[in-house]
């Protein structure tokens, strides 16, 4: 029930385009939904960051979507640019301790 | 630099050897966190602190771990006799209150 689901594993996108990444998670305990950058070799980046009262929040290209009846959120990075090459997480958090999910790693090719 | 520092960012050590890792948060963050990653996995929970009070621990801690805010400010994290299994990115976070959660560089721990 801690879990968080996330896909796909791995995503590779065209300069310009559209990335998604799916998570979904079942403990309804969860209160916030922080999603995290991480390059090889580096500490994870806080991105973006929803709550559940909230269906949508964007910040400049990056958008995640919520939706709270099936569990599920997602992150859309929008005109995706060869910089965005890193690996994703999205996490929830439950009594004061993120659960992530597994990564993504995404590829942006120019 | 007033992000969350951490040191070494790197440490090789031979199997059996005590190790510790410092963990300096963000200055008026009272909330401290560690975690550990593993290659290929996201991080996962080991413990936090509020203040200097330790208030949770993961079962991921086993007796060989032991962690220690001293005055509210920095933390150490130390592993006993390290096993092979303990090589992963020890990562530290830190947030005021229920707040937004920053990462440090991590620490990368290598058992030989």
């Known amino acids: 029930q801690q879990q968080v689901k996330q896909s796909p594993q791995s995503l590779i996108v065209q300069k310009g385009g559209i990335s998604i990444i799916n998570c979904a998670y079942e403990n309804t305990a969860f209160d916030y939904f922080p999603w995290y950058q991480q390059f090889p070799g580096k500490g994870p980046a806080l991105l973006i960051a929803i709550r559940p009262d909230v269906s949508e929040k964007k910040e400049g290209r990056f958008t995640i979507s919520f939706n709270k009846s099936a569990k599920q959120f997602s992150l859309h990075i929008m005109d995706s640019q060869p910089g965005d090459s890193a690996t994703y997480f999205c996490?929830?958090?439950?009594?004061?301790?993120?659960?992530f999910g597994a990564g993504t790693i995404l590829r942006v090719k120019s | 630099d007033t992000g969350v520092s951490q040191d070494p960012r790197h440490k090789i050590t031979k199997r059996g050897q005590n190790v510790t890792f410092r963990c300096d948060p963000i200055s008026e963050h009272n909330r401290l966190y560690w975690y550990r990653q593993t290659l290929g996995q996201g991080p996962e929970f080991l413990t936090y602190?509020?203040?200097?009070?330790?208030?949770?621990k993961s079962r991921l801690l086993s007796d060989r771990f032991s962690a220690e805010r001293p005055k509210g400010s920095f933390s150490t994290l130390e592993i006993q006799r390290t096993e092979q299994g303990d090589s992963a990115m020890y990562l530290c976070?830190?947030?005021?209150?229920?707040?937004?959660?920053?990462f440090g560089q991590g620490t990368r721990l290598t058992v030989v």
């Open positions: 976070a830190s947030s005021y209150q229920q707040g937004k959660a920053f």
């Open positions: 996490a929830a958090r439950a009594r004061n301790k993120l659960v």
């Open positions: 602190f509020q203040n200097e009070a330790q208030l949770e």
